[in-house]
């Protein structure tokens, strides 16, 4: 018989003060977000919610399943998720599948990280859709990282831009993560969602 190992169950809680999601707003306030996710080795399972307000949704929903491992030294991910908007017409292009995939290395305390996200068709109007990120991440002490990363993002029935950002993450105790991000894009004239924000969150994992 198969040999699994024993499942590992988390749950994540998200309070930020705005949403974001590939260098955009998603949200005009606070968005919450829960996450429930079950590993099986290298193998992973999860499902979450969170409240948007783009794309004429009051929240999205998504189900997806990955695998990662370590392959000369880099840290590899892939994983195939289905999104789904709540509170659209009927009418409306209200899911997608996207594919996700990424690999980074840790030097000691620096951590450079490349990742991509497509879909054939995506949410809404979007059709075809590229977001490839690059960023890094640095622990100047045991419980303190700082981040950055430049994003850019292809898609067919909408605007391209570059996405950009930067931020402080502190872990306080063994299940709480406090975050201060500043994200901001090259094409601010679109409107509010590209314009440049400072964002903060909490994040509590079990």
Known sequence: MLDLPPPAPSIEFVLASRGYSKGLAQTDGVQALIRGEVELGALSVAAQWKNVDSSGANGEAQGRIGAGGNVGGFALEAGVGYKLLTGLPSSADEDTVEFTGSASRAFGPFEPRIALTFSFDDLGATRQSL????????????????????????????????????????????????????????????????????????????
């Open 131 to 206: 977001y490839a990120e690059a960023g890094a991440a640095l622990r100047v002490a045991p419980h303190t990282r700082l981040s950055v990363y430049v994003g850019r993002r292809a898609r067919s029935g909408g605007d391209d831009y570059t996405a950009f950002g930067a931020g402080i993450a502190q872990q306080i105790g063994e299940h709480i993560i406090a975050e201060l991000r500043y994200h901001d894009s090259a094409r601010s004239a679109l409107g509010d969602a590209y314009e440049a924000r400072a964002v903060a969150a909490l994040r509590l994992r079990f």
